[in-house]
């Protein structure tokens, strides 16, 4: 393991706690079967020959997974990445080393698991083995329940008009 930079640094706090998503990240670091994974892929992966050296694959499997699992967008990734420093130490990047992938770089990656139709087999296997393991991931949708109770209350009496309950109102 390489030493840490400055830039990287985390500790100096007096008080602090994991939050749930870093505990979910955590438990994602040991479930998911990365190696497998990262063999999957590195076939299409590109070498370096030409242009500039590409991102490192672990890099870029890992923020794949992150846009999947919290909904994020290539350049809300790339943000997300800058602004929290438990992503970064999920996907492993050091800002003193080198700089987030960008959104170009990110869109690239899900072309090329596109491509070669990768992304849904991955997550396919890493869903059937994290199921294996008891651990399902789901989205789900927050609703404010003033806003819902609010609703039903505006449409009862017009449900009770269709209805022939009027005599109710």
């Known amino acids: 393991m390489r030493q840490q930079t400055l830039a990287a ?25 990365w190696a497998e994974l990262q063999a999957l892929v ?7 020959e030409n242009g500039r050296p590409p991102v490192g694959l ?28 438990v992503l970064r130490r999920f996907v492993g990047i050091d800002l003193g080393r ?6 170009s770089t990110i869109l ?9 139709e990768l992304g849904g087999a991955m997550l396919n296997a890493v869903n059937q083995y994290l199921e294996s393991r008891g651990i399902r991931i789901t989205t789900g949708t ?7 109770s609010r609703a039903l209350v505006d449409q009862e009496p017009e449900r009770r008009a269709r209805s022939g309950d009027a005599s109710d109102a």
């Open 58 to 85: 672990s890099i870029m499997l890992r923020v794949y997974f992150l846009q999947q699992w919290f909904n994020l967008s290539d350049p809300g990734a790339e943000d997300a990445l800058y602004e929290s420093p």
């Open 108 to 116: 690239q990656f899900r072309h090329l698991l596109e491509k070669h």
């Open 142 to 148: 927050i609703v404010d329940a003033t806003i819902y």
């Open 9 to 33: 640094q985390t500790g100096f706090e007096k008080y602090g706690r994991k939050t749930k998503r870093e505990r979910f990240l955590e438990e994602m670091e040991q479930v998911v079967p």
């Open 42 to 48: 590195e076939p299409h992966y590109p070498k370096g």
């Open 98 to 103: 080198a700089p987030v992938p960008d959104e």
